[in-house]
């Protein structure tokens, strides 16, 4: 029982660079969420997607964009990356919208 | 809008001794709280949530937490703290619809003293 996997887990990338975050989940959930996670801030939603086919944003929306593959699968893209962007970044589902979150191990990202 | 505050950034209690993690919720509906655990290197694990009915509710390791409307707050509590607790400690907040968000504070970091 994989639950919500993300890829890949560590990155370093240089500034201006783009990436991709994949996260897949395999519970049948309809919402997915990106957070970031930076020491003193707690998680700050990026992105999430209360069911297939919708994206929303959360509180630091600016510099990514995601996507909602399927029901399975959100991605998050860095389009050109920033140093302000080097952070812990986790995916995470549930059931449905104000459900029980169920995270993915999470994904280091450093931007030189 | 919808924001959680924990005012303790960073707490420290013996072992063996009680526990209480402040939260502060702003929502405009009924609100849907969470308390999470996140220990060192691991992941975020659901302790316990509020949907509706009985205003205490009862988590995993022996926590429990109160939902109090009047004053925006769900508040966790542990009657005797193991070194096992340390960790950090995350309240959230979402709605009823199932279009809604779910929002983070950000987080007590509990230390236990021998």
């Known amino acids: 029982n994989a639950g919500v996997t993300q890829t890949p887990k560590f990155q370093v990338l240089k500034t201006g660079q783009s990436m991709t975050l994949q996260c897949a989940q395999d519970?049948?959930?309809?919402?997915m969420y990106w957070y970031r996670q930076d020491p003193g801030m707690g998680l700050r939603l990026i992105y999430y997607?209360?069911?297939?086919?919708?994206?929303d944003k959360g509180e630091v929306p600016n510099g990514y964009n995601v996507s909602r593959l399927n029901k399975r699968e959100f991605s998050l893209r860095l389009e050109s990356a920033a140093p302000s962007q080097t952070s812990v970044y986790f995916c995470?589902?549930?059931?449905f919208g104000p459900g029980e979150l169920f995270f993915g191990e999470g994904s280091r990202l450093t931007v030189l | 809008a919808q924001s959680v505050t924990q005012p303790d950034i960073h707490i420290t209690v013996s072992e063996g001794a009680s526990l209480e993690l402040r939260c502060n919720y702003s929502?405009?509906?009924?609100?849907?709280l969470f308390w999470y655990v996140q220990s060192p290197g691991q992941g975020l694990q659901l302790l316990l949530k509020?949907?509706?009915?009985?205003?205490l509710v009862q988590g995993i390791k022996g926590f429990e937490a109160e939902f109090k409307r009047s004053q925006s707050s769900f508040n966790l509590r542990k009657p005797s703290v193991h070194w096992s607790d340390a960790a950090e400690y995350f309240c959230?907040?979402?709605?009823?619809?199932?279009?809604?968000?779910?929002?983070f504070g950000s987080g007590t970091r509990l230390s236990i003293r021998p």
């Open positions: 959230a907040v979402g709605g009823s619809s199932s279009a809604s968000k779910i929002i």
């Open positions: 519970m049948n959930h309809n919402s």
């Open positions: 997607s209360a069911s297939e086919g919708t994206t």
């Open positions: 509020y949907f509706s009915g009985d205003t």
């Open positions: 929502y405009g509906a009924t609100p849907y």
């Open positions: 995470a589902s549930s059931e």
